[in-house]
């Protein structure tokens, strides 16, 4: 049976790996990188700051409902749990799907990335990027194999030493005294069509930079006390999430105008190099390599969570059940990392990636439905905890996560086609699949 006792996720993981594995799995480069693209798009210091708040306020309002979600339904997959519940098996293999893909890509991504930030602290590697990732890859292969507790250990290390280093960035940037914070300029161009484009693919990258806020929820199954861990985990690290966000851009912003730092691919670097001088560019690097390494042991921790629960729903092979002694899921984790492997020799993200804010998008959007539907559907289901101010907190976040989804259609039609895509094949795939089930 593959649900019988063997197979089942070890109960192992408390409220410190909870709020690691937000930390680790939202934090990583993008916000080294985004603010100067944001600043390019938005051109107004608070147009750009109310963004990241916008983006905040998203999640923590995302967070009050899968609060109670996951605490009603603590397995182990996340989102398509609380959607196949509500709307049925195809939609809950649809949305497990969307969100395996979402979270599958990210590790080959960051392997590849670690090995360039690496050769630029050693240049003599500059041949060996791919054999590096591959290394990378296969190291945590090897510690995740070897049990749930040396994942979440590597977790707690590398989250609490990346909260350290951005409260230092930040603390320096604000001890720096050589640029005073801009003059403001009133823009009414927000009006026109160009902002606005501007505006809704800034928010599909601070989307892209949140991403992860809702990790805890895919280790749900193994949590110890996920009535309570859980809801506080949600809230706790997505408020040190938007924090950090926030006064990091507000530092940025107190080192460099606004015109300098949309001309900067990684504004952190141009930040550090004009407060630590030409030793900046190493101080952000290794700043980079440690918030990546945190978010590749989480991205290499969820996918196979995903699969797992797919696998026990039969909408994978039975195998992907399999848990060893260590309460790893194996067979979930070493298919994960054959497409991660497979990702690294190609080295092609882009495609990928642009979709990904989309795919979190609708699987959110759905989870919140989800919410509403199993309210007036299971009334009666055990509920620990219970979102504040419902229905009006899940209604917002479906209005809001429909705007967003409207506006990365228009700024992005090239993703949504490729989603179009998969959803057509999919359901000739799910009928096979329970048919043979």
């Not at 296969?138 to 280093?165: A, E, R, Y």
């Amino acid at each position: 049976m593959s649900d019988s006792k063997k197979n089942q996720l070890k109960k192992s993981l408390g409220l410190s790996f909870n709020i690691a594995v937000l930390i680790g799995g939202t934090i990583g480069v993008g916000i080294l990188r985004t603010p100067g693209s944001i600043a390019g798009m938005l051109d107004n210091y608070w147009l750009i700051i109310a963004s990241w708040l916008f983006g905040g306020l998203f999640i923590l309002i995302g967070a009050n409902s899968y609060a109670e979600l996951a605490t009603m339904l603590p397995k182990a997959g996340g989102s398509y749990n609380y959607i196949k519940r509500a709307f049925g098996d195809y939609a809950g293999f649809l949305s497990g799907w969307f969100d395996y893909i979402t979270n599958v890509i990210p590790p080959a991504f960051y392997c590849i990335v670690i090995s360039e930030y690496l050769i630029i602290l050693f240049p003599n590697l500059g041949n060996y990027s791919t054999e590096i990732a591959i290394v990378l890859l296969v190291v945590f292969v090897l510690l995740h194999l070897s049990g749930v507790k040396n994942g979440s250990v590597i977790q707690q290390i590398t989250s609490f030493i990346k909260v350290i280093c951005f409260v230092a960035l930040v603390i320096a940037c604000f001890m720096y005294s050589g640029v005073k914070l801009p003059s403001i300029q009133k823009d009414s161009s927000f009006y026109h069509i160009g902002l606005l484009f501007g505006f809704f693919k800034s928010l599909q990258l601070i989307i892209g930079t949140y991403n992860g806020w809702n990790g805890v929820c895919f280790f749900a199954e193994e949590n110890d006390n996920p009535s309570k861990n859980i809801p506080r985990s949600l809230y706790s690290g997505a408020l040190l999430v938007i924090a950090i966000y926030v006064l990091l851009n507000i530092a940025f912003f107190h080192v460099l105008p606004i015109e300098t730092l949309a001309k900067s691919n990684l504004a952190a670097a141009d930040v550090a190099n004009i407060i630590f001088g030409k030793n900046g560019a190493i101080i952000v690097t290794v700043i980079a390599v440690f918030s990546l390494i945190s978010i590749l042991n989480a991205f290499m921790m969820i996918p196979p969570r995903i699969l797992y629960g797919l696998s026990r729903d039969g909408f994978f092979i039975e195998k992907g059940t399999t848990v060893n002694k260590g309460g790893t899921p194996i067979v979930a984790l070493l298919v994960s990392s054959i497409f991660s492997l497979f990702l690294i020799c190609i080295g092609s993200f882009e495609v990928l990636f642009s979709f990904a804010a989309f795919t979190s998008i609708i699987v959110w959007g759905l989870a919140y439905f989800s919410l509403i539907k199993l309210r007036i559907t299971e009334p009666d289901l055990p509920r620990p905890y219970r979102s504040f101010w419902y229905p009006w907190t899940t209604i917002l976040a479906i209005l809001v996560s429909l705007a967003l989804l409207i506006g990365f259609i228009y700024s992005d039609p090239e993703s949504f086609i490729i989603i179009v895509g998969i959803t057509i094949v999919s359901y000739p795939l799910f009928k096979f699949l329970t048919r043979k089930k």
